[in-house]
């Protein structure tokens, strides 16, 4: 470590990474205090695209939520549905039938190797390389028909219920979805990693770039590929077991350096998990009703529930409480990239911008699931 | 028919310009302005499947300096609404706006009588030229959007309209 | 002894005069159990936290500390508008990152004419960002936070959106 | 001012008023065909800065780090270097240009490349990560 400098007011100027940025794939605004080229204070300002979720929540009843998850992380919107139907049938009581389980977990595997395609896609992007992005939305537009057949919708699903889903899949997307497994496993190692993973400008620019020491990870409260990134072994699908997923045996991916590259090949990893997951699921699927029975309107009794579930970012929480009626009295949705984010001002300080840039692509950010 | 986007200039020929309207309704450089959801839906478009290149607006431009045409594509809120009137005064003079999705449109699903954060609408800002409905829309309505952007440039439309049904 | 008993001992330092008591599977029909401050261990699979921990608000940071010793990380803060009761209630919950599965839901009380809650920012910097939105929503001042100003709202509102009493 | 070296003149100034031309053509043009009016303003900003649609801070004239100079030098010494390689490179085909002159001619970019060695050991081109103390 170097000598710490001392910085006299006039030798530092503010720099906006403002709302409007190609590298924030969104409106997060980061305010630079820089000293040259490197970055002296990095404060992340929130709330461009602030959209009042949680007081639309507490004015509608529990099912006209239902929307509003997939509007706050939209590339992994079924796992957002996935938690808000868990955490109201938890509070509810409702049975969901096997075949439903079985639906949702490979629906939410698809959606997550979809965000992760995503991501893989604008990190490179954002480090200069073009043609990612055309591999990763080819194979991500597979994916997306496949999701299109069974939920209706590209991007925005609404396709879970309180008891199961919203319709059957059919045997045409099960035949899609074995063919998309061999095919993005014929082109994952020659694509992906030879192409990609392997090259010399990419191990460069992100190797040993935004180090998080795994203290930093628990007291900021990051989860997700950034904590599985720094050798936290913590992945709420094998730590707190929810819907089906003991049935299958998948692996968590940790690393242990702890920097950029180590997040990289944590979501590459977990894009060929998915894959194994989503094929026992396929093989082991049980037939029978896709919808338990659900009363019409809900009123759950009153009292606190919690409902964790692991989204492509990290763990995302429902905090609800009811109070009786047919309205969630309050309901707090934890973010995974809101506490993500906040360790940014500490590991970013000091650093080049063009890292600063690096590191906060491998966070894989989301700003409206932030701003809620 | 389409003059009155386009304010005067200093040399006027009618021929002239409408040569010059056919190269700027062909070559629309639209600005990285991607808010929430339909972001991702026009990076999509952007992608080889869609491919918005076959319009000539594949050059996605960050500056506003260098961008002919703003896709409002996401959620305006009040505290970016002054950033939002600044990149539009920004953009140099034949300037559009493309109001992509609900939220652009009207403030979509976020236009509750609880709304305390959310513009309802582009057009409440500055003028819009073309409103893609949707949320998020397809990345076919885009194109159809910006199809539609070429035909008021121009005056006449190039591509068929296919009419459903 | 696994985790939960061991929170509950460290926990139980803090609430000497109240009995370790498991919460009645009917909570009966009344809004939300009133009871005095103390440690209730709950049932995970119906309520998403195996303990849930009422307590005073001078005593929350006592409880953030039990909590960083015992390798606890704060997942969120939450904060609950009772409008009937006048009161404001903030809620915090704790989990582990990794190993022995265990959540702790930690509950404080404050009256809604003046909340004051003391900050845990010095101990988890998750709590900063947090109780910055609970201040931001709610109206929750929170005693010596480093920057207690506004996280999404723009800086000169003047409303706390969240309250059950606004309507824009 | 015989017949010859007139023609040259005038090839001469034909070349320099197509090269002003060139360069200063696109500007007048634009001029007169862009739209000139600019009514269009919202928030009468028309003018600021771009700062990603925020309001820059404070200025950016302030006093930079030394090392930003060193990189300005080192290209202007080859700046100046290729400049002398353009005759070189022009006569460089003929016969008479021998061995001898090849080896002058590299003796000359070697000595000038003493700076980037230079440079280099000085750790003008090494970026590590810097702490700073916050008052």
Known sequence: MTVPIHLRHDETFVLNLGPQHPATHG??????????????????????????????????????????????????????NHGWALVVEKAAGIEVPERAEYIRVITVELNRIASHLLWWAAFLLDLGGFTPLLYAFDDREKIIDLLERVTGSRLTYCYMRFGGVYN??????????RDFIKRLRGRMPRLYHDLVTHNIILIKRIKDIGIISPEQCRRYGATGPVARGSGINYDIRKNEPYSVYPEFDFDIPVFDEGDSMARYMVRMHEMEQSLRIIEQALDKLPDGPVMGKAPKVLKPEAGYYYS????????????????????????????????????????????????????????????????? | ?????????????????????????????????????????????????????????????????????????????????????????????????????????????????????????????FPVDVYIPGCPPRPEALLEGIMTLEEKITGKRRWPRVHPG | MDILEKTQVALAGLFPE??????????????????????????????????????????????????DREGYFLEAISGVDWLDQQQFEVLYDYNRLGGEHCRVMVRTRVPRNEPMVPTISAIFPAADWHERETFDFYGVHFQDHPNLIRILLPEDADFHPLRKDFMP | MDQVVLTNIIYVTIFLIGAL???????????????????RQTAGRAGQLIECGMEPIGSAWIRFGIIYYLYALIFLAFDVDVLFLFPVAV??????????????????????????VYAWRKGVFTWEKKTYLHQ
Request: net charge negative; glycine share 8%; charged share 20%.
């Open chain 4, 91 to 116: 006569a460089y085909n003929s016969p008479e240009l021998g061995l001898q002159d090849f080896y002058e001619i590299l003796l000359f970019v070697a000595i000038l490349s003493l700076a980037i």
């Open chain 2, 1 to 125: 028919m389409g003059e009155e986007n386009v304010p005067s200039s200093i040399v006027q020929f009618a021929q002239l310009d409408s040569l010059l309207n056919l190269g700027r309704a062909n070559s629309l450089w639209p600005m990285t302005f991607g808010l929430a959801c339909c972001a991702i839906e026009m990076m999509c478009t952007g992608g080889s499947r869609y491919d918005i290149s076959r319009f000539g607006a594949e050059v996605f431009r960050p500056s506003p300096r260098q961008s002919d045409v703003m896709i409002v594509a996401g959620t305006i809120n009040k505290k970016l609404e002054l950033a939002v009137k600044t990149l539009y005064d920004q953009m140099p003079e034949p300037k559009w706006v493309i109001a992509m999705g609900n939220c652009a449109i009207s403030g979509g699903p976020f236009k509750v009588k609880e709304n305390y954060n959310v513009v309802e609408g582009a057009d409440k800002l």
């Open chain 1, 308 to 372: 964790a579930v692991e989204t492509a970012r990290g763990s995302l929480g429902h905090r609800l409480v009811c109070d009786g009626g047919k309205n969630p009295y309050k309901l707090k949705l934890r973010s995974p990239t809101f506490s993500n984010l906040s360790l940014y001002g500490e590991v970013a300080e000091g650093m080049l911008l063009a890292d600063a840039l690096a590191f906060m692509g491998s966070l894989d950010l989301v700003i409206p699931e932030i701003d809620r």
């Open chain 1, 168 to 177: 059957d899949i059919d045997d045409e997307f099960i035949t899609g979805t």
């Open chain 1, 27 to 80: 409106v997060l605004r980061v305010k630079l205090t820089m000293d040259g080229e490197y970055i002296v204070k990095a404060e992340p300002v929130l709330g461009y695209i602030h959209r009042m979720h949680e007081k639309l929540a507490e004015g509608g009843t529990f099912a006209q939520f239902m929307p509003n998850t997939a509007r706050m992380d939209y590339l992994h919107a079924l796992a957002f």
């Open chain 4, 21 to 39: 031309l060139f360069g200063f053509g696109p500007i007048i043009i634009v001029h007169l065909l862009s739209p000139s009016s600019h009514n």
């Open chain 3, 18 to 67: 109240s009995a370790l008591s498991v919460s009645p599977e009917e909570e009966g029909g009344q809004d939300v159990p009133p009871r005095e401050s103390g440690v209730l261990v709950t049932n995970f699979a119906k309520h998403g936290s195996h303990l849930d921990v009422l307590c005073r608000p001078d005593q929350v940071v006592f409880v953030a500390q039990i909590m």
